[in-house]
């Protein structure tokens, strides 16, 4: 049970870091600490917010839960599930909140089919004292109340959705204030779904509790820190959307990576690296078939777009182009709130890494290639046989011109390496002779045209002139290089020394030596962090390694959450949350580690089809 800690409020806003995640593979809300809903998209991920307060306390609207001069609280999940309790005291007493949004009973969360009923259910329990809980929901942008049986039906514009909300209490106003006693219980349901309320809502929660600990129950058990490393599990396949197999890069948009800066992004679509990452990570820990579901996805979606984007939507559609919201002040007065994002527009060269990664660790874990399949495949690394030496944008989505990044060449080789493994392995049409020599060429390139031998370490680009990249400490993760070659110490070294955020947390980059055309600084990315604690394993340094991977679990929320990045000052959430891309350090991490200490290669699955 997590500890009880006081409710404030920094610039009128609940801290980041005080909120929990809650999801049906479909969409999520993030709940805070004091009853609130911070943010809520329905019925997608990717939706217009129904509420977003964490964007705006006064224009965001409001779906809250409150208890009177609550000074303290504390929050956790069911073991095992996506379902939240929030335990909140006042002076008058002590409630305890059940969110969650309702599972199909029996459904079997590794299909690819919807599992969600759309329905956010919140249960009310008085555990002490006479509290009085504050039921108030007001959609961003207001809303057409009409009454019905049991309930409220709101009509909302501004999102093009209509909502039912009902309570096992009746309701003679809303808002208004339910007087409880010790003992008593209540729930109330916002719907967007078809269907009407829970008949049972203690039952609806026992189902939903099964469904998500069958899934759970095929998480390993043999790694570090096993509670938060199952608890990143869950995280990333509540960021997953269910029916198609897509993962968005995180629940929320524009939440700041500095507070009063700029860099504020939309983050509820499905970035190919991500996901890709994502899947790798879930394979690692036991769940093979999310990696089949998102390769389908993501070729489907390249298919209908004539070549690969970097982000869609979750339908597999080229994500919208970024707007501005005037109307909302930004978390903690951070503006500008983006909505949709530009990445859409970039090239980026390390999908094609991504993509044949993906597949080759699909394969590896007994997965095939139909004809068709494999034919978008191999156009795929014959892509990357030129790709590798043209500018783009990179894995960091720069906004100054393009240059030719060493991850992005790095990825090509990638590409090129698994078509050609693939290939002689599985018997499959292609050139592998060719795709080994290209790959080879390329790693070749990488060590000799990064390499800047006046700060002993690769750079962010081919060729003279780069700044420390921090995702070059990736490369030993994707076999492009091992981790103990002498360019690859020292490059972590140099990682590790310039940098350094404090804490053991690293930026990504400094944007005064890596022009990336946005401005203003940004929080410590805690990615970067668990890629430093694999190279540092795979250096041998396992001491090391596994001091510095507590340090950063230790920035976990208490019920297990990540964000993008991190205040190195203070250790506050900063930049959109729950971050897929943190969540897979952790669990990549934690993998590697406790295969290590068991003397055992990295990656069991795919080690044979290196030899």
Same mark, same amino acid.
């Given at each position: ?22 999801? =049906? ?30 964007? =705006? ?16 609280? !504390? ?9 939240? %309790? ?21 459904? +079997? ?20 004292? !006479? ?37 096992? &209490? ?10 409880? /006693? ?20 203690? &039952?609806?929660?026992?189902?939903? %509790?099964?469904?998500? /600990? ?47 800066? %700029? ?19 879930? &394979? ?40 501005? =919201? ?32 993906? +597949? ?30 043209? #500018? ?6 720069? &906004? ?20 050609? !493994?693939?290939?002689? /392995? ?7 002779? +060719? ?10 390139? %990488? ?26 400490? +990736? ?6 290089? #091992? ?14 020394? !310039? ?11 400094? #944007? ?89 290669? #990295? ?9």
């Amino acid at each position: 049970m997590t500890e009880w800690l006081p409710l404030v409020r920094w610039d009128g806003y609940l801290p980041l870091e005080d909120h929990g995640l809650i999801g =049906d593979g479909s969409t999520c809300a993030l709940v805070g600490r004091d009853g609130s809903t911070g943010f809520l998209c329905v019925p997608r991920f990717d939706s217009s917010p129904l509420v977003c307060p964490l964007l =705006d306390r006064k224009r965001g609207g409001a779906f809250h839960l409150s208890l009177g001069a609550a000074a303290e609280s !504390r929050q956790h999940y069911v073991p095992g599930t996506g379902v939240l %309790v929030t335990e909140i005291r006042s002076p008058e007493g002590m409630v305890r909140l059940t969110d969650l949004m309702p599972l199909r009973p029996g459904a +079997a969360l590794e299909e690819d089919t919807h599992a969600g009923t759309g329905t956010f259910l919140r249960l009310v329990e008085a555990v002490h004292g !006479r509290p009085q809980v504050g039921l108030r929901l007001e959609p961003r942008g207001g809303a057409s109340v009409r009454r019905e049986p049991g309930g409220v039906r709101l009509a909302c514009t501004a999102q093009g959705v209509e909502v039912t909300l009902r309570s096992s &209490r009746p309701l003679p106003a809303w808002p208004g204030t339910v007087a409880m /006693r010790e003992g008593d219980r209540f729930w109330v349901c916002l719907q967007w779904g078809p269907g009407g309320p829970p008949r049972d809502a203690a &039952r609806t929660l026992a189902e939903t %509790v099964q469904v998500w /600990r069958r899934w759970s129950g095929f998480l390993v058990q043999d790694v570090p820190s096993r509670a938060l490393v199952h608890r990143s599990a869950i995280t990333l396949k509540l960021l997953d959307y269910f029916a198609n197999g897509a993962i968005v890069a995180a629940a929320t948009s524009s939440l700041p990576e500095q507070i009063g800066g %700029v860099r504020n992004w939309d983050y509820r679509y499905a970035w190919i690296r991500d996901a890709a990452y994502t899947v790798f990570a879930l &394979r690692r820990i036991g769940l093979p078939m999310e990696a089949g579901g998102f390769l389908t996805w993501v070729l489907d979606a390249i298919e209908n777009s004539d070549g690969p984007r970097v982000v869609y939507d979750v339908d597999g559609r080229a994500a919208p182009r970024e707007v501005l =919201d005037p109307e909302l002040e930004g978390y903690r007065r951070s503006a500008p709130v983006r909505w949709g994002n530009d990445a859409v527009q970039q090239i980026q060269h390390d999908v094609y890494g991504e993509i044949l990664d993906c +597949a080759f660790q699909w394969a590896a874990t007994g997965g095939t290639f139909p004809g068709e399949l494999w034919e978008r495949l191999r156009g795929l690394a014959e892509d990357a046989r030129t790709a590798w030496a043209r #500018p783009d944008h990179g894995i960091w989505e720069i &906004r100054s011109p393009s240059r030719p990044f060493t991850y992005s060449a790095a990825m090509c080789q990638v590409a090129l390496d698994r078509a050609a !493994r693939l290939s002689r /392995r599985l018997h499959l049409p292609g050139d592998p002779r +060719a795709w080994e020599r290209d790959a080879e060429a390329i790693r070749s390139h %990488v060590l000799t045209d990064a390499w800047d031998p006046s700060i002993r370490a690769l750079t962010e680009h081919l060729g003279p002139g780069g700044g420390l990249d921090a995702s070059l400490l +990736a490369l030993p993760l994707r076999r492009v290089l #091992p981790a103990d070659h002498p360019r690859m110490v020292a490059t972590c070294q140099a990682v590790a020394e !310039r940098l350094a955020a404090g804490g053991g947390l690293l930026y990504r980059y400094l #944007p005064e030596e890596s022009p990336d055309g946005v401005g203003g600084p940004e929080g410590a990315f805690v990615l970067c962090g668990f890629w430093h604690v694999d190279n540092l394993v795979g250096q041998g340094r396992l001491a090391e390694a596994a001091e510095l991977f507590e340090r950063l679990c230790s920035y976990a929320n208490p019920s297990g959450l990540l964000p993008e990045q991190i205040d190195p000052g203070t250790g506050a959430f900063l930049g959109n949350v729950p971050q897929a891309l943190s969540h897979v350090g952790l669990i990549s991490s934690a993998v590697l580690l406790g295969r290590a200490d068991r003397g055992l290669q #990295p990656e069991l699955s795919t080690h044979a089809w290196f030899e």
